[in-house]
């Protein structure tokens, strides 16, 4: 984003805000349970019986955050696996179609929901319904119509409204649940617990609610809620019943999470999971970025596992049992961009200074949670192997780190991170997806196992 088009739409939020003659509410799309009622639609364990998949494979996709950049980027990975053929079960394959679930943040998301709801026909509309549409152009001229200024509804309520009549056109998790394709688990932040939320049945169990009747477009947009330029995504924590997942949670002690003694923020997970029990005092709770708590979408697949009792138990619980192998592909949009601040010794401005700290506490990060990934992925196959046959774990990174020529990597590595990308960058970003899918050693070395066997 340049330094203009940061300060115009700064200028905008400003004024929506001191224009705005009414406080501002979160649109409530979330409905109640009745009580004692907790529907098994679009849940972890519903998706495991009807939706099977070979046991030759589990196959897990993490798309990342980066707005427009990682949505393409994500796209392109997802032609490679289309076009990479396979043998399972001695018949010839698509890779796409073994998918088993895709964990998403932010831009990441958009590729993900639109892939859910409608399969291989990503391929023919997502690049002009999204990739190649400028929504921060569509969203600025929402926010500055005076209609805004004397409405209660925020700035998020104008992108989930593009995002509809651009995207999703109405549709719901229910829609996600009737298709065979993988599960899609779209994941936000909430701001008051500071922890991961996920679009998923036993998260929604917890706010005594049923996911079936919630927009996608709600979600996704919750999903890349960036603070500040966009408002909360707000749902209701209903009164009202006592389900499995809350039951889970209340009989869950510190010996069945094995893993937290070298990661202790499953125990502070737990905790902030069990005080959506506390209706009073969390009647409503807000939703962000999902970046701001994973930005590659891994960590929520880890905590699924690791708090439903490790990856045994956890494979008993969705009814599913070991494949032959267990496969990560994680789609890393965030980017290392040249900065301009050594160059002088002038203080900086706001927006390079805020960029910088923000980089490199992603960055961090995102080393942590691939190295935390890899070291549980072997733990989690050593423990299936145990009373399975041998499971081979792979771990396949997309990022902009494999493209070796320095010019093309500083390219990729200046894109912004917005809601709009020109023909150029589009067109670069899926290609780059399906190049290092292609080009990937571990990706190689699991074509090589499937297809030598």
């Known amino acids: 984003m340049s330094k203009y088009r940061f300060i115009k739409i700064q200028l905008v939020i400003y004024l929506a805000i001191a224009l ?4 501002t509410y979160g649109v409530i799309d979330n409905h109640s349970q009745v009580a004692d009622a907790s529907p098994q639609n679009y849940s972890l364990a519903n998706y495991a019986a009807e939706h099977n998949r070979s046991d030759d494979i589990t196959l897990v996709l993490a798309f990342s955050g980066g707005g427009s950049r990682a949505a393409a980027l994500s796209y392109g990975v997802l032609e490679g696996l289309r076009d990479t053929q396979v043998t399972i079960e001695g018949k010839t394959v698509s890779l796409l179609d073994e998918v088993d679930m895709i964990t998403s943040v932010s831009g990441g998301s958009f ?3 639109y892939f859910g709801l409608h399969g291989n026909k990503i391929f023919d509309d997502f690049e002009d319904d999204f990739l190649r549409r400028d929504y921060v152009s569509e969203w600025i001229y929402g926010i500055a119509s005076p209609v805004l200024w004397f409405s209660n509804r925020g700035r998020t309520d104008i992108a989930t409204r593009i995002y509809e ?3 999703f056109k109405g549709a719901t998790f229910a829609d996600l649940n009737k298709r065979n394709g993988p599960l899609i688990l779209i994941n936000a932040s909430d701001l008051g617990g500071g922890i991961r939320f996920s679009f998923v049945q036993e998260y929604f169990d917890l706010l005594c609610s049923n996911i079936a009747s919630y927009p996608i477009s709600r979600a996704v947009t919750a999903s890349s809620a960036v603070p ?7 749902l209701k924590n209903h009164k009202g019943c006592f389900n499995a997942a809350q039951n889970y949670l209340e009989e869950l002690n510190e010996e069945q999470i094995a893993e937290a003694k070298l990661s202790p923020h499953l125990l502070e997970t737990v905790a902030s999971l069990r005080s959506y029990k506390n ?10 970025d999902g970046g701001i708590t994973d930005n590659l979408g891994l960590m929520a697949f880890y905590e699924l596992v690791e708090i439903g009792g490790g990856i045994t138990n956890f494979m008993k619980r969705i009814g599913s049992k070991p494949s032959k192998r267990l496969v990560i592909v994680s789609v890393n949009a965030s980017t290392k961009p040249r900065y301009n601040i050594e160059h002088t010794n002038e203080i900086p401005d706001i927006e390079p200074t805020i960029s910088a700290v923000t980089d ?12 935390l990934i890899r070291r549980s992925m072997a733990r989690w196959s050593d423990e299936l192997s145990s009373f399975w046959e041998p499971i081979d774990p792979y771990f396949v990174e997309i990022s902009f780190e494999g493209i070796q020529q320095q010019q093309r990597r500083s390219f990729f590595n200046q894109i912004p991170t917005s809601l709009s990308l020109n023909q150029e960058q589009a067109d670069a970003l899926i290609e780059a997806g399906v190049e290092l899918l292609d080009e990937n050693s571990e990706f190689q070395r699991l074509l090589n196992s499937m297809n030598n066997e």
């Open 20 to 23: 705005s003659g009414c406080a």
């Open 111 to 113: 590729t993900a929901a």
């Open 165 to 167: 009549e651009r995207l």
């Open 228 to 234: 500040v330029m966009l408002n909360p995504v707000v």
């Open 279 to 288: 209706r009073d005092e969390r009647q409503y709770i807000h939703l962000v």
């Open 360 to 371: 490199t506490q992603l960055h961090r990060y995102n080393a942590a949670t691939i190295s």
